[in-house]
């Protein structure tokens, strides 16, 4: 006779989980077409009409409890993406404050600096801003490429300064 070995648990293949719980009858009225397709599956893939039923009935329930699920995800995508929208609607609304009113402090200087010089008289005075407004206007509307590489250099700036706030 041998000796016993120490060593007794052998090392094994693992097997899959069966599904073992005792299974519970459901019985349906179905559309004949219903019926049909059960049948047809079941005899393509060799299975009772009866596994083939519960398969499709469990991935039915599935899609529904994963739309219900998607239901809820929508409010909380929401309230992140208006989190993210107010900080930046905030950072936005410094810079259109600074921004204003560094514009208005150069326009009163301009203007009364202007309206100082001899021989501008007021209806002179009043042509000149008639005109820088109507010039205003319309660089206002147009983009170019200089505008374009400031509104870059503005976003990234923007976009910096977020990724501060969120470090903190």
């Not at 609607?89 to 600096?113: G, M, P």
């Not at 209806?123 to 200089?146: F, M, Y």
Request: positive net charge.
């Amino acid at each position: 006779m041998r000796a016993e070995q120490l060593n007794t648990k052998t090392p094994r293949s693992q097997n899959p989980p069966i599904d073992s719980r005792p299974k519970e009858q459901l019985c349906l009225w179905v559309d004949p077409i219903v019926k049909a397709e059960i049948h047809r599956r079941a005899k393509r893939e060799g299975l009772y009409p009866s596994t083939v039923g519960a398969k499709l009935l469990k991935k039915g329930l599935q899609a529904d409890l994963d739309m219900e699920y998607g239901a809820l995800l929508t409010p909380a995508f929401e309230n992140i993406l208006k989190r993210y929208m107010v900080a930046r609607d905030n950072r936005l609304a410094l810079l259109l404050v600074r921004t204003s009113i560094a514009i208005e402090q150069t326009r009163s200087v301009a203007v009364n600096t202007l309206g100082r010089q001899p021989k501008v008289t007021p209806k002179v005075l009043n042509a000149i801003l008639d005109q820088s407004l109507t010039d205003a206007k319309k660089k206002i509307t147009r983009r170019s490429p200089e505008l374009e590489e400031l509104i870059k250099e503005v976003k990234s700036w923007v976009v910096e300064e977020k990724k501060q706030e969120y470090k903190a």
